[in-house]
């Protein structure tokens, strides 16, 4: 609830709290600008950025950055909504490590790009595959169902 | 030259060596099919049964088959067990090819069978004889590690009556 309270005076009230408990705070941002700024803030009393979910509202899409510590095991939750016109958002890699995998994921299976990441590859499927399956416009087509790979038929 | 239907005898020295190749093969299929060493490959749920199957009540030592070690290099038999991805598929292969002659294959799982509980996926293939000979198959969802006693009581009565799909294809 402290951590709250700094928040917004570093970004002048600029959020909009959803919960605020003990051990659990959600926050949500509409500008995703603020989400680098915010994350330094979090820097001094969360250790870990815990895991990275994205929810497909189309046309807009909700990323869910979920923080936690190890000390007390303390939850917090940005939510950040991008829309359409510019699926990207800037990269936490910098101040949190285990962003590099849980963002590359996101851009593997939602196509997110997150500029400044320092090496944005697929992590689950292959180099070559077709479109982001977890998308709700992603349609199980002939292209993708005779899709073999590489070298190998089947 | 006339062509000759007449049908000619063998003679003694290719009776001899036909009766001492069925020996030899007798004696080849009985040590092969009571000594399989297999390779684990577990990717999922089906690898667990499959750790049930070499442990002490379902004890696999006593049909010979002994989980000796994890090495591609020095096993007959290899328990596909778990979805198999089209990521995936290639890395099986590279394992499979490594295995020396005869090599055995036994798909444990209905993913491993059709497809499964992901049939018509976008990244899993269905069913793993689209990509390799596979000699016993075991289904459900997972299967019990009886049915892997009972899969492989098949594939040594396939192997002493050179029925296996390495001996059809000639890699014996």
């Known amino acids: 609830m402290v951590t709250v309270d700094k928040l917004k ?3 002048k009230g600029d959020i909009e709290v959803l919960t605020e ?3 659990l705070s959600i926050i949500r941002i509409n500008n995703k600008k603020l989400l680098k700024k915010l994350a330094w803030q979090l820097k001094g009393e969360f250790d870990i950025l815990y895991s990275l979910t994205v929810v497909d509202y189309s046309p807009s899409f909700e990323l869910n950055y979920v923080f936690s ?3 007390n095991a303390d939850l917090f939750i940005i939510k950040v909504n991008i829309d359409e016109k510019d699926f990207s958002v800037d990269s936490l890699v910098d101040i949190f490590n285990s962003a590099n995998w849980e963002e590359r994921e996101a851009y593997d299976l939602f196509g997110i790009k997150f500029n400044g990441h320092p090496d944005l590859r697929r992590i689950l499927l292959p180099e070559d595959w077709p479109g982001h399956p977890l998308r709700k416009d992603f349609k199980v087509d002939d292209e993708v169902r005779n899709w073999t790979g590489l070298d190998l038929k089947f | 030259m006339e062509e000759s239907n007449e049908f000619s005898y063998p003679g003694l020295y290719e009776v001899v060596f036909m009766k001492a190749e069925k020996f030899i ?3 080849l299929n009985w040590g092969r099919s009571n000594s399989l060493w297999p390779l684990t490959f577990g990717t999922s749920c089906c690898a667990i049964e499959m750790m049930t199957f070499g442990a002490t009540k379902v004890d696999a030592d006593r049909l010979g088959v002994l989980f000796n070690g994890d090495s591609p290099r020095q096993s007959d038999l290899i328990l ?3 979805t198999i991805t089209k990521k995936m598929a290639r890395r099986l292969l590279n394992v499979y090819e490594q295995m020396p002659d005869p090599k055995y294959v036994i798909a444990v ?13 976008y990244n899993t293939i269905e069913g793993i004889d689209r990509i390799m000979p596979v000699d016993v198959f075991i289904p459900g969802c997972p299967p019990r590690p009886e049915e892997f006693l009972d899969a492989v009581r098949v594939l040594q009565k396939l192997i002493k009556e050179n029925r296996s799909k390495a001996q059809k294809n000639g890699n014996s």
């Not at chain 2, 799982?109 to 996926?121: F, I, P, R, T």
């Open chain 2, 109 to 121: 799982g209905a993913c491993n069978v059709s497809g499964g509980l992901y049939h018509d996926s």
């Open chain 1, 9 to 11: 005076k570093a970004v």
């Open chain 1, 21 to 23: 408990e003990q051990g």
């Open chain 1, 69 to 71: 510590n190890y000390s």
């Open chain 2, 80 to 82: 596909v067990s778990g």
């Open chain 2, 25 to 27: 093969n007798t004696v």
